[in-house]
Structures are given as structure tokens and as C-alpha cells.
């Protein structure tokens, strides 16, 4: 059946799937995906489907996981790596920044390396400390990565083979919290570009840029706003490097107000590229300044906090009033 109604978590079971029955090639590795089948589930199965050489259970050590995968990349194999959850990833962070993000170049292009690197991210789900972070802008920030996220359970099934197939390393930053929600999944359709922004609702007075857990929220606050008489439109990043900034503009050009939301810190985060990029392209159309929603500068709170600290629906809400006030 092409068509499916999918939780994004099992769209990307089936991806997994689909990329080790295309590929021999194609080896996944990971703290207790094998076996158990990942914490989220997300290789539930495969390991008993493939074998233990295809889906290997590995030691807890990310850093080795990461070096081992660059290994395996260089012999020609397309290891997909699964960091257990966001926090872990730290240890292997060297390897993902020095090596991995590097070899390309470091070869002047002649070394393909293939890796695709999953992290469960963010909060929503009252997971103790150091399980609900988002660092992706510290990987947006090395050359030499891509780094993508889906929102839906399409985007969830096709980004993931479109990364697996991908010569350049890709991190790819699975919503937790979304992992449960419900889409359609066409598994015969054509996907588009995988560093293609898409409008994922139109609107005349004010655009929200989101992406990954966010944009359902985004999505929330243009329905409750149009029931006010406000006209949002909502543009799903997918992509946040690269990042497709025309898409950004043209919706821009013709709201003429933005605001950006993500899960992690406003600090340095990548709102403030949106921010600076889309004020340097659309300066003569914006009625005002580029605004920005999005996680404190303060480490992640406990389980009981996590509301007060993530981006809702008031808050984003307010940014949009801000917005359309001036």
C-alpha cells in the first residue's frame, strides 16, 4: 500500500527499512538498536529482519560509534548512526567536527563520506537532564555537514533515505516529542529537494519560520490567529543547513513581517541567521523588525519547568502581536 496514515516514528522505522532492503551497504549502529530496538523504537525489528552484521548493537560509546562509521564510510559502506538521545552526542563530538565534517575536504573531494548521523532532540516528553537539548546550531555552524529535521511523517520517511543516499555527512535531528503524531506517508511519491523549505500553510499578513517540532506549534498559532481575523503563514524550514533562504524571502515579500521559532536557545541560535540574512534581503519590505521565539539561555529545566522554558502557543502568539503592532 503506497499510501499510509503513519506515527513519524514508525515513517521512519519503514525509511530504515526500505534503505537496508535498497543497499546492501547500508549498516545501521547504535546503543541498543538491535536488540531492543531503540529506546523510541525507530529499529524495532530490523536487526531480526537483517542480522546482527546489518544492525549492530554497540558499545556506549558515541565517540567510538562515530569513529567506527567513518571507518566504514571510507570502505564504501553507509553506516547509519543512532545517538540514543541529544545529549549524548558530546562525546563523539570531536570526531563529528574534526573528522567526519572534514574529510571531504581534506581530500579535495575525492573521499565520499556517506554518514548519516540520527539524534532524537528537544524537550516535551519530561525526560531527566541531559535528554532534552537542541544543538543543532552547533552543527549548522561546521562546514562540511548537512543538517536536517523533519515535522512530519513524510518528510520523516523521505528526508531519511534522501540523507542515507546523500555523499556528504548528514545530521539528521528527529523531533522526540512528535515522534507519536500521526501523517499520511505516500512511499511511491517523488520527494522534493531535501534542502527545500516548504510553505506549510499560506498567509497575507505575517510569516512564522519554524522547523521540526515547531511548526506543528507554528501551525496552532495561525489557526488560533485566523480566528482573530490574522493571516499567518507558516514556512517549515526542514533544512537548517544549508538553508533555503529564498524560500524565507519570497514568503517575506509578501507578509512583509517575520518571525522565527525554534526549541533552542534565542542566543546564538539559528533564528539570529534567519534574522540577519532576511533583514540584509528584504529590507525594503519589512513593516517590521525580524522577531524571534524560542528557548532561554539557561540549561534545560527539569521535567516540571520544561513548559515554562519550551516555545508555546501564547508566546508565540505574543510575537505575532508585537509584530503586527508596528
Not at 94 to 101: G, R
Not at 168 to 191: H, L, M, N, Q, S
Not at 199 to 225: F, I, N, Q, S
Request: hydrophobic share 40%; with cysteine; proline share 6%.
Amino acid at each position: 500500500m503506497a499510501v499510509q496514515n503513519l506515527p513519524l516514528a514508525k515513517a521512519l522505522n519503514e525509511s530504515l527499512r526500505k534503505a537496508l532492503e535498497t543497499d546492501p551497504k547500508v549498516v545501521i549502529m547504535g546503543l541498543d538498536v538491535g536488540k531492543l530496538g531503540g529506546v523510541f523504537r525507530i529499529t524495532d525489528g530490523l536487526q531480526k529482519d537483517f542480522g546482527e552484521d546489518r544492525v549492530v548493537d554497540t558499545p556506549l560509546a558515541e565517540s567510538g560509534i562515530v569513529g567506527t562509521a567513518i571507518g566504514l564510510a571510507l570502505r564504501g559502506y553507509r553506516p547509519v548512526v543512532e545517538i540514543q538521545f541529544d545529549g549524548f552526542v558530546f562525546p563523539a563530538y570531536d570526531q563529528i567536527v574534526t573528522q567526519l565534517a572534514k574529510m571531504r575536504a581534506r581530500s579535495l573531494g575525492t573521499v565520499k563520506m556517506p554518514v548519516v548521523i540520527r539524534i532524537p532532540y528537544g524537550g516535551g516528553i519530561g525526560a531527566v537532564e541531559h535528554h532534552s537539548e537542541s544543538p543543532e546550531s552547533l552543527f549548522a555552524h561546521v562546514a562540511g555537514l548537512k543538517v536536517v529535521t523533519p515535522a512530519t511523517p513524510s518528510d520523516a520517511y523521505w528526508m531519511l533515505q534522501q540523507a542515507i543516499q546523500s555523499d556528504d555527512p548528514v545530521i539528521f535531528f528527529e523531533p522526540k516529542r512528535r515522534y507519536w503524531d500521526k501523517g499520511e506517508v505516500d512511499t511511491e511519491a517523488f520527494p522534493g529537494e531535501l534542502h527545500k523549505a516548504r510553505v506549510a500553510r499560506e498567509g497575507t499578513d505575517l510569516t512564522l519560520a519554524a522547523y521540526g517540532p515547531m511548526v506543528k506549534t507554528c501551525l496552532e498559532v495561525a489557526a488560533a490567529a485566523a480566528g482573530e481575523g490574522k493571516s499567518i503563514e507558516v514556512v517549515d524550514l526542514r533544512s537548517i543547513s544549508p538553508l533555503d533562504f529564498d524560500t524565507i524571502q519570497a514568503s517575506v515579500e509578501k507578509t512583509r513581517r517575520l518571525v522565527v521559532v525554534h526549541e533552542a536557545p534565542v542566543f546564538f541560535g539559528s533564528g539570529a541567521e534567519i534574522a540577519a540574512r532576511i533583514t540584509e534581503r528584504c529590507f525594503y519590505h519589512l513593516e517590521a523588525p525580524v522577531l524571534r521565539v524560542g528557548g532561554y539561555h539557561a540549561p534545560y529545566p527539569p521535567a516540571r519547568l520544561e513548559e515554562e522554558y519550551l516555545p508555546g502557543l501564547d508566546r508565540v502568539l505574543d510575537a505575532v502581536d508585537r509584530s503586527l503592532a508596528y
